[in-house]
């Protein structure tokens, strides 16, 4: 079988799905070879993810993975979020194809976009975490970050 059961479960009944108003962070990374956008909000309370929604326009893996990675920070602290990498959003998901990978750096990425918001919105310096690697020294997206 080409996808795992859990990418299966995770694509056909992703959990976190929808938007969170007022939230404290909101990210949107895309990639423009594939198509694939990635829009992740934030509600953190006292440094801890108290709530996590996106909304991804894109391929199966793009949503299951989206969907991992918000059960995978959900009521973390900021600080353990930044933290999570692409290759462990694959590994929660039992694997991903090799040309699917990216979807899990497109999740990891919108995590921290949106943890770079919620830096910004509290006045605080964003971490070199949070960076992308497309972004300039000014936080702006070059290549694929919206």
Same mark, same amino acid.
């Given at each position: 079988m080409l996808y795992s059961e859990k990418v299966m479960d995770h694509f056909e009944h992703p959990r976190n799905v929808g938007e969170i108003e007022n939230a404290d962070g909101v990210g949107q990374v895309g990639n423009p070879k594939c198509g694939d956008i990635m829009k992740m909000?934030?509600?953190i309370d006292d440094g801890v993810i108290t709530d996590v929604k996106f909304k991804t326009f894109g391929c199966g893996s793009a *949503?299951?993975?989206?969907?991992?990675?918000?059960?995978?920070?959900?009521?973390?602290?900021?600080?353990?979020?930044?933290q999570l990498t692409n290759a462990?959003?694959?590994?929660?998901?039992?694997?991903?194809?090799?040309?699917?990978?990216?979807?899990?750096?497109?999740a990891e990425e919108a *995590?921290?976009?949106?943890?770079?918001?919620?830096?910004?919105?509290?006045?605080?310096?964003?971490p070199e975490a949070c960076k992308l690697p497309c972004e300039d020294e000014h936080g702006h997206g070059s290549c694929c970050c919206g």
């Open positions: 909000y934030l509600k *949503i299951a993975t989206s969907s991992m990675a918000t059960e995978l920070i959900m009521g973390k602290r900021v600080e353990e979020a930044l462990a959003v694959a590994e929660a998901l039992d694997g991903l194809p090799g040309y699917k990978m990216h979807c899990s750096v497109l *995590i921290k976009a949106a943890l770079a918001d919620y830096y910004q919105r509290q006045g605080l310096p964003v």
